[in-house]
């Protein structure tokens, strides 16, 4: 299920009342610290529902918002909370810790039967996920959350988190409730080793960080696809991995690395074959341009995948159009 409100769309004396609402309903209850204008106020919600757990994202003219005591006496679940603040976040969390501070992309585990205060500077912006707490406390040391936990976006972990967290949230809208479900748990491996894994958390993390890690190497490929130097050794030491361990993530696809760059240049190519932007472009053009420094071995490749020459492609794909 999909939840989609904007107070564009309602009167501006109703707008906080109403944004407050939604968020109870499909979040948590938050009460505000600070109390913007009625007449500039706005706020953004969505959320989309995947088996037992539920994916958001808000943004809000308010800056700081309060859980109250009363605020965690009224909601039923209670549950764990994997957080992305898109801006720098300051949160505390009530008789528990010290104030937490957050740059922009850092993640924030916590619990929702914690009073607590989240402040940022503008407006209020969070990618967020809820998890039950009967999936994610047998997978942590002790059954539970003992304290609030952040994850810097540049350390390793927190690359692999968010590469995580990344393929999850672009997939999810394409699968079933129950897919969805099940990669979504494959990620709470991951955010119990970052809290600490229980003996039967270990397993599924080891599984989550494996999957991350081939996430993280599929997006550095991407990013690096155009360049003739794309190597396993230079993909293997920029995700800090061994030359090894990168094959070994690759393994289980049930294709190499090498193989799988090539079908990632193939299918680039491709497109811009078929694309009217790429006409005046020549097939060799195209092809190095997408890191192949072959013709013949371009040509080769292509028709082995695609069953047609690049130039008979091309034509198909003018005439059709």
């Not at 918002?65 to 505390?92: C, I, N």
């Not at 540049?154 to 099940?182: H, K, M, R, V």
Request: hydrophobic share 40%; glycine share 8%.
């Amino acid at each position: 299920m999909r939840v989609h409100f904007s107070t564009d769309d309602v009167a501006p004396r109703d707008r906080e009342q109403y944004w407050l609402e939604v968020v109870a309903k499909h979040v948590m209850k938050i009460t505000p610290v600070d109390r913007p204008d009625a007449a500039t106020f706005r706020a953004h919600f969505a959320a989309l529902m995947a088996g037992r757990f539920t994916l958001f994202v808000y943004e809000t003219s308010h800056r700081v918002g309060r859980r109250t005591p009363a605020d965690v006496s009224k909601d039923t679940a209670q549950a764990y909370q994997l957080r992305r603040f898109p801006r720098e976040a300051v949160y505390s969390c009530d008789g528990r810790t010290e104030e937490v501070r957050f740059a922009p992309g850092d993640f924030c585990i916590s619990s929702g039967e914690w009073p607590s205060l989240v402040s940022m500077k503008d407006t209020a912006s969070v990618t967020g996920l809820l998890i039950p707490r009967e999936v994610l406390s047998p997978l942590l040391v002790g059954g539970r959350l003992i304290r609030p936990m952040a994850v810097p976006a540049g350390s390793p972990f927190g690359s692999l988190l968010g590469a995580a967290f990344d393929a999850a949230t672009a997939q999810l809208p394409t699968l079933s409730p129950d897919l969805g479900d099940a990669i979504l748990y494959n990620l709470c491996g991951l955010v119990a080793l970052a809290c600490g894994a229980s003996d039967e958390g270990r397993p599924s993390g080891r599984d989550s960080l494996r999957t991350a890690r081939l996430e993280a190497a599929k997006r550095y490929i991407d990013q690096h696809l155009a360049e003739p130097g794309l190597m396993p050794a230079s993909t293997a030491a920029a995700l800090g991995i061994s030359l090894r361990q990168l094959h070994l993530l690759f393994e289980p696809t049930g294709t190499s690395f090498a193989r799988y760059v090539t079908q990632r240049r193939l299918q680039q190519c491709r497109s811009a074959l078929m694309s009217p932007t790429g006409v005046a472009r020549s097939v060799a053009d195209i092809a190095f341009g997408w890191g192949f420094n072959s013709l013949a071995t371009f040509y080769r490749a292509f028709e082995r995948e695609f069953g047609l020459p690049p130039t008979a492609v091309r034509a198909a794909s003018m005439s059709t159009a």
